[in-house]
Nanobody
Framework: QVQVVESGGGSVQAGGSLRLSCAASGNTYSAYAMGWFRQAPGKEREGVAAVDSDGSTNYADSVKGRFTISRDNAKNTLYLQMSSLKPEDTAMYYC??????????????????????WGPGTQVTVSS
């Protein structure tokens, strides 16, 4: 089992930056890949960024060039550096881990169904 907990959310003005962190514990060696998702009120969950064990990354088109995902294996921590934030980035942000990539990760790295361990989320609010 892998446990993940997010931190670093908050309120920021448009154009600002935030860095989210996700601390992983438990059997972290089983985490093949990790990702960030977000869900705004009344909207479906959206995959934001993912990184696999080789360091390969994937990003949603809406955040490319603004967000950067990184993984510090020594600290068992995942990060999401968010820059040039927009009001439409306002959402609850979730960290998630993949322990069985055959569940769909290879076909869709930003698909939530591929992830089997989720954190409780951290709120990001961007004001105009």
């Amino acid at each position: 089992q892998v446990q993940v907990v997010e931190s670093g959310g908050g309120s920021v003005q448009a154009g600002g930056s935030l860095r989210l962190s996700c601390a992983a514990s438990g059997n972290t060696y089983s985490a093949y890949a990790m990702g960030w998702f977000r869900q705004a009120p009344g909207k479906e969950r959206e995959g934001v960024a993912a990184v696999d064990s080789d360091g390969s990354t994937n990003y949603a088109d809406s955040v490319k060039g603004r967000f950067t995902i990184s993984r510090d294996n020594a600290k068992n921590t995942l990060y999401l550096q968010m820059s040039s934030l927009k009001p439409e980035d306002t959402a609850m942000y979730y960290c998630a881990a993949v322990t069985d990539p055959s569940r769909g990760f290879f076909n869709n790295p930003l698909g939530g169904d591929a992830y089997d361990h989720w954190g409780p989320g951290t709120q990001v609010t961007v004001s105009s």
